[in-house]
């Protein structure tokens, strides 16, 4: 194209829809727990639950649109668009780089949110102006993508009541053609339930796939983190994620913690951006390094710290499924998974698919070959449950 793709407009929409049963959770969760664990993006509604996610898209002058569905983990981040939105009319969109800095100084007083989500949006739009799909522009070339499948919370409607249940799961999951299986376990469980998991699916399936435990910074005490990573220790898992309460963030605690057990921490799904990131790395505090395009400042960000870990000789794995995910990994040399849940909670039309029923035989995906993120996204289903709506011009 001659012209410079110009924005003229963003608008942000947030629409909802029934979240489906979630009565089932494991028996030690109340009601205050459960909107406790699923929070910002699930919550109570008369007999059932909803799921509230949210969108943007980005019009320019050339007459070609950024747009990005987040699964709904980011409420706050929509939010923060608010900011600085009026201030992306006129700019180039182009110009991604300079926008990640100016909104990166801008938000610092509020942990940066909302720079992720545009980024994605202008990184889509980019896609599109030149009819090439996001990972080219990155220099990427891996085309099929390993996946671990990734438990649900708590037995959310899966049945997962049991440590026999989990281990049930990673063995159908192995058949299916996994390489990979990360537990979730219950949220507030004593430490011998969540160690009783990782025997089960350790004596199930260890050796033949990659384990992996995410205890969702559910464990309260340093020594029950410990005993923990003993666990893993004993069935060799690939990783052990965000063990303490303190929400995932302390360099001393994770640094003392890989003094004492042998499985590899990985960390930083809780601290947003580049030198945070590098700081935690520097100091020693984990293994393997966490990447989020919607907390982290979206492709911009998560590739400037795919670039830092490669530095210091360490692999990113990013955090969660989608088009925008797979664009990034394509174009790391250090990362080894995809992470692949029971289901998608984007509203893609037909060509794309997140789910344990997504992967190939050998357990991959493949990166969308279209325009910007290679995806459409159901505007029609979108905006048949819309609940608010701005727009910036």
């Known amino acids: 194209m001659n012209s410079k793709p110009i924005i003229t407009s963003v608008e942000v929409i947030q629409y909802e829809t029934d979240a489906g ?48 569905i987040s699964i709904g983990f980011a409420a706050t981040d929509f939010a923060a668009v608010d900011r600085f939105a009026p201030s992306l009319i006129g700019r180039n969109a182009l110009n991604r780089d300079d926008i990640y800095n100016d909104f990166k100084q801008a938000m610092r007083q509020q942990a940066r949110m909302g720079i992720g989500v545009v980024d994605v949006a202008l990184w889509d739009l980019a896609g599109k102006y030149y009819d090439a799909p996001v990972y080219e522009l990155l220099g990427g070339c891996q085309r099929k993508l390993p996946c671990y499948a990734t438990t649900p919370f708590a037995g959310t409607g899966r049945g997962l009541n049991s440590a026999e249940d989990y281990a049930d799961l990673a063995e159908r999951c192995l058949e299916m053609g996994f390489q990979g299986f990360k537990i979730h376990p219950w949220a507030k469980a004593r430490v011998n339930d969540q160690i009783a998991i990782v025997e089960a699916v350790g004596k199930r399936v260890g050796g033949k796939m990659d384990l992996m435990m995410d205890a969702s910074c559910w464990v309260t005490k340093f020594g029950d983190a410990v005993k923990l990573g003993w666990a893993c220790d004993e069935y060799n898992f690939f990783w052990y994620e965000d063990p303490f309460m303190d929400g995932g963030v302390s360099v001393h605690a994770h640094r003392k913690l890989r003094e004492l057990i042998k499985t590899p921490l990985l960390q930083l799904e809780h601290v947003r951006g580049l030198e945070a990131h590098v700081d935690f790395i520097e100091a020693g505090a984990t293994d393997f390094v966490r990447g989020d395009p919607d907390y982290d400042g979206g492709i911009t960000g998560v590739m400037k710290i795919a670039h830092a870990a490669e530095g210091f000789g360490l692999d990113v794995e990013l955090h969660s499924a989608g088009p925008e995910r797979r664009h990034i990994m394509a174009s790391m040399r250090n990362t080894n998974y995809y992470e692949m849940g029971m289901g998608s909670l984007i509203p893609v039309k037909e060509g794309y698919r997140d789910g344990y029923d997504a992967i190939d035989s050998n357990g991959c995906v493949d990166v969308p070959e279209g325009p910007g993120l290679g995806v459409e996204y159901d505007w029609e289903f979108v905006n048949a449950h819309q609940s608010a709506r701005v727009e910036y011009k």
């Open 21 to 68: 049963d979630m009565d089932d959770l494991h028996p030690a969760l109340e009601l205050h727990d459960i909107i406790g664990v699923f929070s910002p993006y699930i919550y109570k509604s008369g007999d059932g639950f909803k799921h509230r996610a949210h969108a943007i898209r980005i019009h320019t002058s050339a007459g070609v649109s950024g747009e990005y």
